[in-house]
C-alpha cells in the first residue's frame, strides 16, 4: 500500500529534486525541473528559469539528509532547516484530486519557498514514522542516487528496479563462480 496524497509527493519530490541536482548523469534543467514539478503535482506552470538556481541549491541542501547513517545527523539537519525555511501551516483545498490538504509555506510564498516548506515537513514526518530504515543512498555499487520507500513493507534498498536486477544478478553470478 502506497501512502498517497501530499505526503508521498513531497517525499517523491525530495528524491526527484535530490538526484537531478546531485547525481551522476542527473538532470537539472530548468525543463527537468519543469517536469519534476508537474510528475509531483506541484504548481509547475508558476515556474519561472530564475527560480531554477533556488531549486537546485535546495537539492544540493537535501542530499546530505539521504546520506545521514546515523538518526541523530538526519534530526539535528531537518531540525536546522526547520528553523531556516520560514513555515505557516494553513488548509487549502484547490482544484485537484488532493482535497483538503496541508500547505505549510505562507499562503504568499513563491513555488521554490512552497516547494522547500512541502519537502522538509513531508520527509520529518517520514523520519518521525519510519526513522532513517525508508530513506537512504542507493545499494548498487556504482549508483549515488537516493531513494525513500513509502511502500509497507518499506524495504527498499535502491534506487529503482533496474539497479535492484543489476545487484542481484551480479551476485547470483559471484555465488555461482564461487561454488565448489
Ligand atoms: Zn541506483
Known sequence: MQITGYKSHGVAAAVALVNAV?????DDSDDALRTLLRECGFFWHQFEPDQAAAFREW????????????????????????????????????????????HYAPPSADLAHRFRATTLMNLSELVCRHGLSRTGVCAAEDCDRVYADTSRAGRRRFCSEACANRTNVAAFRARQRDAP
Open 59 to 102: 537539492g544540493g541542501t537535501l542530499r546530505p539528509f539521504f546520506e545521514a547513517t546515523d538518526l541523530e545527523t538526519a534530526v539535528s539537519l531537518l531540525n536546522e532547516l526547520l528553523l531556516r525555511i520560514p513555515m505557516h501551516p494553513h488548509l487549502a483545498d484547490h482544484d485537484d484530486p488532493v482535497g483538503l490538504h496541508m
Open 22 to 26: 546531485t547525481s551522476e548523469g542527473g
